[in-house]
Nanobody, 127 residues
C-alpha cells in the first residue's frame, strides 16, 4: 500500500531550523516528482518546494528561497526539507505529496499536480 509519512515538525524559535522528512512505503520514491506543501490556519495550501525524479531539478517558492532546501536520499526512500532562518509566517502544517501520473508542463508546486499525500507534520515558529 502506497504511503507517505512526514516527520520532523515541532516548535522552534524565530531564526531557528528544522529538517522535515518524507518517507515513502509501498513504492520507490526516486521514480517520481515529490513536493512539499504547507497550509496555515485560515489560508489555502501552497507549494513550498519540489524535486524532480532525477533529483537534480528543484523548485522553491519565492517566500522560502535562500532559506529552505529540498533533497532526496534514494537509499532511504526519503525526501527532506531543510528549513533555516524560520519566521513566524512559516507556521503551518507541512505535507509531502507525490506525482504518480506525469503531468508534463505542469509545475510540481501546484497541489493539483500531486496524486497522493501524507497526513502532515505541524511546524510552529514562535518565541
Amino acid at each position: 500500500q502506497l504511503q507517505l509519512v512526514e516527520s520532523g515538525g515541532g516548535l522552534v524559535q524565530p531564526g531557528g531550523s528544522l529538517r522535515l522528512s518524507c518517507t515513502a512505503s509501498g513504492f520507490t520514491l526516486k521514480n517520481y516528482r515529490i513536493g512539499w506543501f504547507r497550509q496555515a490556519p485560515g489560508k489555502e495550501r501552497e507549494g513550498v518546494s519540489c524535486i524532480g525524479s532525477d533529483g537534480s531539478s528543484t523548485r522553491l517558492a519565492d517566500s522560502v528561497k535562500g532559506r529552505f532546501t529540498i533533497s532526496r536520499d534514494n537509499a532511504k526512500n526519503t525526501v527532506y526539507l531543510e528549513m533555516n532562518s524560520l519566521k513566524p509566517e512559516d507556521t503551518a502544517i507541512y505535507y509531502c505529496a507525490v506525482e504518480l501520473k506525469p503531468r508534463y508542463g505542469r509545475t510540481c508546486l501546484m497541489s493539483s499536480t500531486m496524486d497522493s499525500w501524507g497526513i502532515g507534520t505541524p511546524v510552529t515558529v514562535s518565541s
